[in-house]
């Protein structure tokens, strides 16, 4: 849900949004452009496609505007799909046009469309011709300050419900790659005693509900409580479903893009950081994984289930430290030194066979990059 801001915050933000696409990208210039992005994608797919492979490469992204959804149209232009951005407010579609990142409406291989997560028959509507729907939309606080409440945590389950219902209501749907977060699989009730190894977690591990309500941990309970709705929904159904659990989203930009939700992610750091589990992840990495999860959701070694992604984890008070930082946070009493080693080490092998696996695109290079 947006976020009202004045118009000299919505111009700065649009700027910013910008130049973080085109250092993402690799580097600024109309070369890197959308526009250049979607003509080549639209005469990739024109040379020597068979009847009906356009359609075949429909797809619709929900939350489209937001700090990952931007990187994802970006990934998914540059894999040669047609996009359809299902956009919430007129805000988010004034964004789009003072960006000027594409030209008119399919133009340049992206489309948009007013839908909302709430309303069953506007999703149908945009998700209809798509054979695939990314789901990246999230609840954001309008005060900007909590970033997240026990009462959004029970909206964005019944929003997951209301998308993969739409999702296999539409015909031309067959996929859905649903975005949660690391926070549906790090919080319990009870830790392990301590052994001489820490404890894996991996893609089989879920947040315990009651342990998140206990702490008023909204945001990590809210992503637990809409990925098991949504897998519920897409049980026993006409749907293939995989679901993406990213750490903490950072990346160009991602102070301003991504400040609420980050200031909600990192309730409970400290205990995180204690326990081995606060991690990372670049928005351009995150929005890979969701495309080549995607792609490999066919054939004989189909990707399904839950997907952990990361690429650093934290390990020290300075590191954490720099992140706050990084996110313009006012510095809190740094965590305790450690009196152990972490009880828990986190695991993504999972995901790195997918990312590892040979591909068709070769845009596959990660270039460092330096976060205000």
């Known amino acids: 849900m947006g976020v ?3 118009t000299q915050s919505m ?3 649009v700027e910013e949004m910008r130049a973080a696409l085109l250092l993402g990208a690799g580097g600024p210039g109309p070369a890197w452009s959308w526009r250049r992005r979607g003509a080549a994608a639209a005469a990739k797919r024109g040379a020597g496609a068979e009847e009906g492979a356009a359609e075949a490469r429909a797809v619709c992204v929900t939350g489209g505007i937001s700090f990952l959804g931007l990187a994802l149209v970006d990934r998914l232009l540059r894999h040669g799909y047609a996009v359809r951005l299902a956009l919430e407010t007129q805000e988010d579609l004034d964004k789009l046009r003072e960006m000027d990142l594409f030209g008119e409406n399919g133009r340049d291989g992206v489309w948009t469309i007013m839908a909302n997560v709430m309303d069953p028959e506007s999703l149908h509507r945009a998700f209809d011709g798509c054979v695939g729907v990314f789901h990246t939309s999230s609840l954001v606080d309008p005060g900007g300050i909590s970033g997240y409440t026990k009462h959004m945590a029970t909206l964005e389950a019944k929003a997951a419900e209301q998308v993969v219902e739409a999702c296999v209501r539409t015909e031309s ?14 919080w319990r009730q009870s830790y392990p005693h301590r052994h001489r190894f820490p ?3 991996d893609e089989s591990c879920w947040s315990d509900e009651a342990f998140c309500r206990d702490k008023k941990l909204w945001f990590a309970l809210g992503k637990t409580m809409a990925e098991k709705a949504a897998w519920r929904a897409a049980r026993g159904r006409d749907l293939k479903l995989v679901t993406v659990c990213p750490a903490l989203v950072t990346g160009p930009g991602f102070r301003r893009r991504n400040s609420t939700p980050s200031i909600a992610y990192l309730k409970g750091a400290h205990t995180m950081l204690a326990e081995g589990l606060l991690a990372t992840a670049d928005v351009e990495r995150v929005a890979e994984a969701h495309v080549r999860v995607y792609e490999a959701m066919g054939g004989a070694t189909a990707a399904g289930g839950r997907y952990i992604c990361y690429d650093h984890v934290v390990r020290c008070a300075e590191e954490f430290a720099q992140l706050e930082r990084q996110l313009g946070l006012r510095p809190r009493a740094p965590p305790p030194p450690a009196a152990a080693p972490p009880s ?5 092998r999972k995901l ?10 070769t845009h596959d290079a990660y270039l460092p990059v330096a976060y205000d």
């Open 4 to 6: 009202l801001r004045s």
């Open 173 to 186: 749907v067959r996929k859905c790659v649903f975005t949660s977060s690391l926070l549906a699989c790090v």
């Open 11 to 13: 111009a700065a933000e």
């Open 344 to 348: 828990f080490e986190l695991c993504n």
């Open 352 to 361: 790195a066979r997918v990312l590892s696996s040979r591909r068709r695109c």
């Open 199 to 201: 404890a894996t977690v």
